[in-house]
């Protein structure tokens, strides 16, 4: 069975970091393109970054340039997303998740919760 | 980026009602179009796959269509477990893009 399992959320300070994770398991990680997608209290989806098979091609929605970094572990299996300089803004609901022979699988998700 | 409209935002509705939720692209998708449902405080639910795929376990009173640009979700006959939020994504190209939700609401 498809598994992915996000971990890492909690609550962070403003400017502080968090490392999210992501154990993908019950399918050929290595084959597939994974992204985060967050969504914040009350609002819709944004797919905030993806990185591609070799992890040589990665995206990321502008307002986390240079602050997040995703990155990927094909010998693990686990998908990874650095937080740094965190704002309020940042805070949501965050999910791993891909699309195999073009269907969409998804984690049950990691809360991330920037306050003072 | 290709942006999605998804219309209307909120739908008021009975039980036994047809509703259709509508999504248009900025640009053709080609197909690659999925649809969630989201229950409040649950991730979103895939409900169908590839514009018309219906997921392992959904009923079949949901059904979905279209091409190019423009595409529906279609509850035939509404249930009491179905008033909830509905998204629609395409994953087309990256950045993978949704709608802004659909809620139907019980009239």
């Known amino acids: 069975e498809v598994h992915l399992l996000e971990s890492g959320g909690g609550l962070v300070h403003p400017g502080g970091s968090l490392r999210l994770s992501c154990a993908a398991s019950?399918?050929?990680?290595?084959?597939?393109?994974v992204s985060w997608v967050r969504q914040a209290p009350g609002k819709g989806l944004e797919c905030v970054s993806s990185?591609?098979?070799?992890?040589?091609?990665?995206y990321y929605v502008d307002s986390v340039k240079g602050r997040f970094i995703i990155s990927r572990d094909n010998s693990k299996n686990m998908l990874y997303l650095q937080m740094n300089s965190l704002r309020a803004e940042d805070t949501a609901i965050y999910f791993c998740a891909t699309i195999m022979s073009a269907r969409p699988c998804w984690g049950q998700g990691t809360l991330v919760t920037v306050s003072s | 980026d290709i942006q999605m409209t998804q219309s209307p935002s909120t739908l008021s509705a009975s039980v036994g009602d047809r509703v259709t939720i509508t999504c248009r692209a900025s640009q053709s998708i080609s197909g690659w179009l999925a649809w969630y449902e989201q229950k409040p405080g649950k991730a979103p639910k895939p409900l169908i796959y590839e514009t018309s795929n219906l997921e392992s376990g959904v009923p079949s009173r949901f059904s979905g269509s279209g091409s190019g640009t423009e595409f529906t979700l279609t509850i035939s006959s509404l249930q009491p477990d179905d008033f909830t939020t509905y998204y629609c994504q395409q994953y087309n190209s990256y950045p993978w893009t949704f709608g802004q939700g659909t809620k139907v609401e019980i009239k």
């Open positions: 990185v591609s098979v070799s992890g040589d091609n990665r």
């Open positions: 019950g399918f050929t990680f290595t084959s597939y393109t």
